[in-house]
């Protein structure tokens, strides 16, 4: 299994960007698709983005497309979300996950490995 530990994250204001990393080790990083998943508080986990191994293929959700962007360096093993515009509704933990193939993306469940996640809050 890949280990995966996600940075940043904590107190963002509302509007503003939030930026989130996640360190990869275990494992060759770039055999493995990326993925962002929140969980709000009491609820299923929501995906948020994807990227192939590669990098050349990138997901986004509905509900973030136009202000998230899903990146990584496989030369530093790690990858990053970036969400802007950061709304009050979402506050959620953000974690990391990877599996070997990006197919399914849009199934939380499908992915293999995951972080533990990183806390953001929202404030005004």
């Known amino acids: 299994h890949v280990q995966l530990v996600e940075s940043g994250g904590g107190l963002v204001v509302a509007g503003g960007p939030l930026y989130l990393s996640c360190a990869a080790s275990?494992?060759?990083?770039?055999?493995?698709?990326m993925s962002w998943v929140r969980h709000a508080p009491g609820e299923w986990g929501e995906f948020v983005a994807a990227?192939?191994?590669?990098?050349?293929?990138?997901f986004h959700a509905d509900s973030v497309k136009g202000r998230a962007t899903i990146s990584r360096n496989n030369a530093e093993n790690t990858a990053f979300l970036r969400l802007n515009k950061l709304k009050f509704e979402e506050a959620a933990r953000y974690s990391c996950?990877?599996?070997?193939?990006?197919?399914?993306?849009?199934?939380?469940?499908?992915?293999?490995?995951w972080g533990q996640g990183s806390r953001v809050t929202v404030s005004s």
């Open positions: 996950a990877a599996d070997r193939t990006i197919v399914g993306y849009r199934d939380v469940r499908k992915w293999d490995c």
């Open positions: 990227l192939s191994a590669s990098g050349n293929s990138r």
């Open positions: 275990g494992v060759t990083f770039s055999d493995y698709s």
